[in-house]
């Protein structure tokens, strides 16, 4: 089945300490994204990856770094900075054709809580 | 940056009724994607609905259906027959065109269905 896996599902970190949240997809998309959901704010992005080697920072990069090696992975290390990253994060990924809705699918999400 | 409103944090419908989930964006542009997605209480976003801006016709998915008024820019998601498994939180979203694929999401509306 193709689809979007996410792993850990809880991951539990300790102040200080970086931690990396797994995506991987098997839809042969192109693009890539993580975002994070806290109560009332909605989806915010943190980076994007259009294409393998290459991404961008979202709206709230601060704190998180990622790569994208292989087009079906895009890990996400939530670094020490990162403030409160007590949070749901959610991985996403689309096509990138002209002209078509590229719609984005998502993973099951992975919850990270800060000791 | 774009940004997509949901002006009702929380909405209930009797089973069976229909409701009506309201979403204003606000742009510049003149092609763009819209999209309704849905998180139920498992946390996995689905896919709901989706509209392209150049279309006039309103899209229907079923009990789903839009009413898109692209001069108003708004773009409100109707739920005929109201189901229990459809209450969860909706998320209105918008796409810039020109394969450009970052997404803005709203902040959400809590849909309870009152058996």
């Known amino acids: 089945d193709g689809g979007i896996t996410q792993s850990p599902k809880y991951l539990f970190r300790k102040e200080g300490q970086n931690v990396t949240l797994s995506c991987e997809q098997n839809?042969?998309?192109?693009?890539m994204y993580w975002y994070r959901q806290d109560p009332g704010q909605g989806l915010r992005l943190i980076y994007y990856?259009?294409?393998?080697?290459?991404?961008q920072k979202g709206d709230i990069a601060e704190g998180y770094s990622v790569s994208r090696e292989k087009k079906e992975s895009f890990p996400l290390t939530v670094t020490s900075a990162q403030k409160n990253p007590t949070a749901f994060y959610l991985c996403?990924?689309?096509?990138?054709?002209?002209?078509?809705?590229?719609?984005?699918?998502f993973g099951p999400g992975t919850r990270l809580t800060v000791l | 940056a774009q940004t997509v409103t949901q002006s009702q944090p929380e909405m209930s419908v009797q089973e069976a009724e229909t409701v009506t989930l309201s979403c204003t964006y606000d742009?510049?542009?003149?092609?763009?994607?819209l999209f309704w997605y849905k998180q139920p209480p498992s946390r996995q976003m689905i896919l709901v609905i989706r509209?392209?801006?150049?279309?006039?016709q309103n899209a229907t998915e079923n009990r789903f259906s839009v009413n898109f008024q692209k001069a108003a820019k708004s773009f409100s998601l109707k739920i005929s027959d109201s189901q229990l498994g459809d209450a969860a939180m909706y998320f209105c979203?918008?796409?810039?065109?020109?394969?450009?694929?970052?997404?803005?999401f709203g902040t959400g509306t809590s849909l309870t269905v009152i058996p």
């Open positions: 839809l042969n998309h192109d693009a």
């Open positions: 742009t510049s542009e003149s092609d763009y994607y």
């Open positions: 990856s259009q294409i393998v080697n290459d991404f």
């Open positions: 509209q392209e801006a150049y279309k006039q």
């Open positions: 996403a990924s689309s096509t990138t054709g002209l002209g078509s809705y590229n719609e984005q699918f």
């Open positions: 979203a918008y796409r810039r065109g020109f394969s450009r694929n970052q997404f803005y």
